[in-house]
T-cell receptor, first 115, second 111 residues
Framework: DTAVSQTPKYLVTQMGNDKSIKCEQNLGHDTMYWYKQDSKKFLKIMFSYNNKELIINETVPNRFSPKSPDKAHLNLHINSLELGDSAVYFC??????????????FGPGTRLLVL | QKEVEQNSGPLSVPEGAIASLNCTYSDRGSQSFFWYRQYSGKSPELIMS????GDKEDGRFTAQLNKASQYVSLLIRDSQPSDSATYLC???????????FGKGTLLTVNP
């Protein structure tokens, strides 16, 4: 009964490949997020969706494309992978996006290594 | 560029001592403040949130907020080896619905 789940947990791939990471939450939340945590542990927001609508789109390469088929799922597709894409990608969710008191719940992370 | 600054550490304290973690933020419009704990290889988990000036206590944890100084801190009393982790300060900016994280402080509690 994991609240926020991600697949795969580990992803090792070659430069230039295209890969997807999937995220699902069973908390009934309206908002989902993708974060990237680099090797120095810096956690940075990439995208956020509220009820399938994109509300945060940080300055990330357009090789990264999020997709939300429904409010319980937010997937991340990455085209033409580069060495610098190696990081841990965390999915998170919260009940709402605009309330200051909202807690974000994080998934277990996907460790991506690009060779 | 809105920033959240933390001392990266490592901060090392003996078991039973008080660990003090500090965070400053640049955006005066920030509305709410969070402390997340992240064990090595795991995901961040929320341990404290604070929204108004003053202190907020929860068990061994106390969060302190001073909006005038743009400063938020976390005190951990009676530190335990199981508290050894990276502590992430996060600030919610209501204007853009974004949670901005600091780079984290690595805390080590020595038995």
């Amino acid at each position: 009964d994991t609240a926020v789940s991600q697949t795969p947990k580990y992803l090792v791939t070659q430069m230039g490949n295209d890969k997807s990471i999937k995220c699902e939450q069973n908390l009934g939340h309206d908002t989902m997020y993708w974060y990237k945590q680099d090797s120095k542990k810096f956690l940075k927001i990439m995208f956020s969706y509220n009820n399938k609508e994109l509300i945060i789109n940080e300055t990330v390469p357009n090789r990264f494309s999020p997709k939300s088929p429904d409010k319980a799922h937010l997937n991340l597709h990455i085209n033409s992978l580069e060495l610098g894409d190696s990081a841990v990608y965390f999915c998170a969710s919260s009940q709402d996006s605009g309330l200051a008191e909202e807690t974000q719940y994080f998934g277990p992370g996907t460790r991506l290594l690009v060779l | 560029q809105k920033e959240v600054e933390q001392n990266s550490g490592p901060l090392s304290v003996p078991e039973g001592a008080i660990a003090s973690l500090n965070c400053t933020y640049s955006d005066r419009g920030s509305q709410s403040f969070f402390w997340y704990r992240q064990y090595s290889g795991k995901s961040p988990e929320l341990i404290m949130s604070i929204y108004s000036n003053g202190d907020k206590e929860d068990g061994r944890f106390t969060a302190q907020l001073n909006k005038a100084s743009q400063y938020v801190s976390l005190l951990i009393r009676d530190s335990q080896p199981s508290d050894s982790a990276t502590y992430l300060c996060a600030v919610f900016e209501g204007s853009n619905y974004k949670l901005t994280f600091g780079k984290g402080t690595l805390l080590t509690v020595n038995p």
